[in-house]
């Protein structure tokens, strides 16, 4: 099933937008020391300070692995976050090359708290061209940055040799997968398609809907194109939504209280990471309602608060 952004805030807590900047090279980057000819490179970039994706835990460890080109963090129930600046096969072009080189760096820029985390794909080439026709004109240059105090994230991307020649591919796209889980390949992924300048972005909770339903980026994002991930608008970061629930403890083990603080009744409704609705509950004005937790897996839910003429409100609770 695919869910068109607008209608998918409620189950994703990032909504994406484009800038148009001017790319700059890393001037003083850390090397992750990954052998010269590297093809999918599995390697740990460290983490200089607490960083969140969704919404949940902060990461434990940031590994660089797929194809080269992702970032993922793994939650304490085991699941992935996965950062996916452009699904590209990537690979050094040192593997051919007598004097030349793909490098994978990262910097940290400014001062706590409010610093950078800047990973580096620089003058990557692609795996189709270096193995099939020993040739290397295929590269391009593209960063992921990470924002210490406001959990954004952005792909920044460099200039490219790709544009006119981007060789057959089944899925070209970029993105931000949650809570994957490997062993049954749920998760929710939200990815772009269509023109690279302006793309769509859907949400989807179906791994195979998803990936063979064809919707792919036309081409490579232009030098200086910046898909920046912020928190959704809508969400309501405050423990008391401003309908008047004030939900604790967070993070919660067995139990939470969901206490109603207003005149009026409301409806909320709990969402998993796949968006599968698991409790719904009616709770009256001035009253406190508990969720028996204990029997869902651990994680980040969503709840829905709905009140009757008003707009829908979001919160957060991580389930241990």
């Known amino acids: 099933m695919l869910l068109f952004v607008g209608a998918a805030h409620a189950q994703f807590p990032y909504e994406a937008s484009v800038l148009n900047e001017y790319y700059i090279p890393l001037d003083d980057p850390q090397s992750l020391e990954i052998e010269v000819g590297w093809d999918d490179p599995e390697v ?3 983490l200089p300070f607490e960083f969140t994706v969704g919404g949940g835990e902060p990461m434990s460890m940031l590994l660089l692995s797929g194809t080269g080109e992702m970032l ?3 939650s304490s129930a085991g699941l992935l976050d996965i950062l996916w600046p452009i699904s590209l096969d990537v690979m050094d072009i040192g593997a051919v090359e007598a004097e030349e080189f793909s490098l994978i760096q990262y910097q940290v820029t400014g001062e706590a708290p409010n610093r950078i985390l800047k ?3 620089n003058e990557v080439g692609l795996y189709e061209e270096i193995s099939n026709q020993g040739s290397t004109t295929l590269r391009l240059n593209f960063q992921t940055w990470l924002y210490e105090t406001d959990n954004i994230i952005e792909y920044r991307f460099g200039p490219n040799t790709i544009s006119k020649g981007l060789p057959d591919t089944d899925f070209l796209t970029s993105g931000i997968i949650l809570d994957f889980d490997y062993d049954y390949y749920d998760g929710l992924f939200y990815t772009a398609s269509g023109a690279p300048a302006d793309p ?11 990936y063979y339903n064809g919707s792919m980026l036309d081409g490579i994002p232009a030098e200086g194109t910046v898909y920046r991930f912020g928190p959704i608008t809508n ?3 405050d423990p008391t939504l401003s309908m008047g629930i004030h939900c604790f403890p967070n993070p919660a083990q067995s139990h939470v209280w969901l206490s109603n603080e207003g005149g009026t009744e409301i409806a909320v409704q709990i969402y998993d990471s796949r968006g599968v609705r698991v409790e ?6 001035n009253q406190t309602a ?3 937790c204990s029997s869902v897996a651990p994680g980040t839910y969503l709840l829905v608060s709905q009140k009757e003429g008003e707009a829908n409100r979001h919160q957060r609770i991580i389930i241990q």
């Open 290 to 292: 508990s969720w028996n």
């Open 280 to 285: 719904e509950l009616l709770i009256q004005a």
């Open 72 to 74: 993922m963090g793994m």
């Open 44 to 46: 740990e970039i460290p």
């Open 235 to 237: 969400a309501v970061t």
């Open 119 to 121: 990973v580096e794909w």
């Open 200 to 210: 769509t972005w859907t949400v989807s909770d179906d791994f195979y809907a998803w």
